[in-house]
């Protein structure tokens, strides 16, 4: 038996059957050769290293993030989108343009350039899944394994988009990831919420705004990215905002039903319930302007948690309680809500909650003399003659 002197020796005894093929198409991309290709997750997991002193440490934050995000497609099949991998070949490989095809020896890697979290995430849930998978396999619940099994199939199938550089060096590879990673901008303000469509509030904003007739009088900035466009009288965040002030009497922040699972029925209840708060609004307080200090974001939102403290207080949404308290907002001097420089000083948390102590503690003091229970029946009384008539 001859001697075995080098590596390129070793890997050239190996048989064919050992190579890892990659189908796809190779090109020139700003000068450097690479290779367009989509693998499955079972192929990049064999494929892949991670070299530390081009990468970052992993954020357990974002990780936990991104499997909360891949646990969408796995328990309720939603789609989930991802930009490509970036790998680097650093001469592994070669490359038969006749078959355009890519062949790796089995002890060769590809080192990542861009995607370490990603691909760190579907491996926690690849190994999650399969400790799972042993520890139904001990109990002996076979249908926890079934379910286990398939979620491992559509994890090892799931398909990712992978461009490989053949032929750049490690400082390249630095390079190339810093500038993936630092100059790109993230979208930000409006439009980074409005593109979110499949939290609950979101969905509801969307219908909100599209759909109800009374926001033709509240204009939604459905576009602008940040902020909202001078035409506007609300942002699309400013309107989630609002119905979580509404419907959970929290700020955005601490809400507690923005989550992904929720029924179709549950949005439409949520809509008509929206829809008659603002027509309210719009009964009682000034024309919407921007000069009306009622109608900007602040007291909007501090009067939304003040209405959802009032018309929740026997357990469920009450409209008649919402139709009652309404009647209070005429009665409201808004510039008292704040002295001096304190509506522009102050933080913005903080405006909101001092407008919102400012409303319910006016509400409890005068409702009982501003507001007759009268008006209130003589306003359904009218309402059910004019339906006779």
Aim: contains cysteine; aromatic residues 12%.
């Amino acid at each position: 038996m001859d001697q075995i002197s080098s590596l390129s020796e070793l890997l050239a005894e190996q048989k064919t059957s050992s190579y890892i093929e990659i189908p796809g198409v190779a090109s020139r991309t700003f000068g450097q050769k690479t290779l367009s290709t989509t693998l499955p997750m079972s192929k990049l997991f064999a494929i892949y290293e991670v070299d530390l002193e081009v990468q970052r440490a992993i954020v357990p934050q974002n990780l936990s993030k991104m499997m909360d995000y891949i646990m969408l497609y796995l328990d309720h099949g939603q789609g989930i989108y991802f930009p490509g991998i970036i790998l680097s070949a650093r001469g592994a490989g070669e490359y038969d343009e006749e078959a355009k095809m890519y062949r790796l020896q089995a002890i060769e890697k590809l080192y990542i350039v861009d995607g370490q979290h990603r691909l760190a995430a579907f491996r926690r849930l690849m190994e999650t899944l399969q400790s799972a998978m042993a520890r139904a396999k001990d109990r002996r619940e076979y249908d926890r394994m079934e379910e286990i099994s398939a979620k491992l199939s559509k994890l090892y199938a799931f398909p990712m988009s992978t461009m490989i550089y053949l032929d750049i060096n490690a400082r390249q590879e630095r390079q190339l990831f810093s500038d993936i990673n630092k100059l790109p901008r993230k979208i930000g303000g409006n439009l980074a919420v409005l593109r979110e469509q499949r939290r609950f509030y979101h969905v509801l904003a969307t219908r909100l705004a599209l759909d109800a007739p009374v926001m033709k009088q509240l204009p939604v900035d459905m576009f602008t990215e940040r902020g909202k466009g001078p035409e506007y009288l609300f942002s699309y965040h400013l309107l989630i905002e609002i119905m979580t002030g509404l419907f959970e009497g929290r700020l955005k922040s601490a809400a507690r039903n923005n989550g992904y699972y929720f029924e179709d029925a549950e949005v439409e209840e949520h809509l008509k319930l929206a829809s008659f708060y603002f027509e309210h609004l719009l009964k009682y307080l000034p024309d919407p302007a921007k000069g009306e200090l009622c109608w900007t974001e602040n007291i909007q939102i501090a009067l939304s948690m003040f209405f959802h403290g009032e018309v929740t207080k026997t357990g469920t949404f009450n409209k008649y309680a919402l139709q009652y308290v309404a009647k209070i907002l005429p009665h409201i001097d808004w510039n008292a809500i704040y002295t001096g420089d304190e509506k522009d000083r102050l933080p913005r948390r903080s405006r909101i909650m001092k407008a919102y102590q400012f409303i319910k503690e006016f509400y409890e003091e005068h409702h009982l003399f501003l507001i007759r229970e009268d008006d209130i029946l003589d306003e359904e009384t009218t309402g059910t003659k004019e339906d006779a008539s």
